[in-house]
């Protein structure tokens, strides 16, 4: 019983350190040029669960705007933004991070949204839906949902 117990506290404990590592949207930190140079957990990402992320409507939806010819299964690949296939060729995680983050920081006329961001959104106000939001939202990736996407789209290679 006192092992269980000292287990589950190390596990709880070590749960909390990762959670104290975790960069909040509104600490994120942004060069002059939009990247974010230091991951947002500190804690690699994982291609697979990134991809995942890319193709799911749900999450990130990548592929509502962007092709991506290595994932010639995925339906309906879309002609918004530009093509992501050779992204790890020619960006580097940092301005990954800081597109995925918050798009416009790097290019101010996207209409991409930031998916990493919970406050100053410009909204419709109640005349429109009589819904509008208050206050700081929930981003729509988590910071190592963010990781994940990078780690994916830096193994987008043209070769």
Known sequence: MKLTTIICAAAFAAGAANAADVVAPSDASFTEYGEIEQSLTGVPGNPEEG?????????GNCVACHKIAQLPDVPFHGEVG?????????????ELR??????KMMFPDTVM????????FIRPGNGY????AEGDIEPILSAQQIEDVVAFLMTLKES
Request: proline share 5%; hydrophobic share 40%; charged share 20%.
């Open 98 to 103: 800081g597109i995925l983050a918050n798009a």
């Open 82 to 94: 530009p093509e992501l296939s050779w992204t790890g060729e020619v960006r580097s995680e940092a």
């Open 129 to 132: 839906t009589g819904k509008a």
């Open 51 to 59: 991809m995942k992320v890319a193709i799911d409507k749900g999450l």
């Open 113 to 120: 949204p930031a998916f990493y961001k919970t406050s100053g």
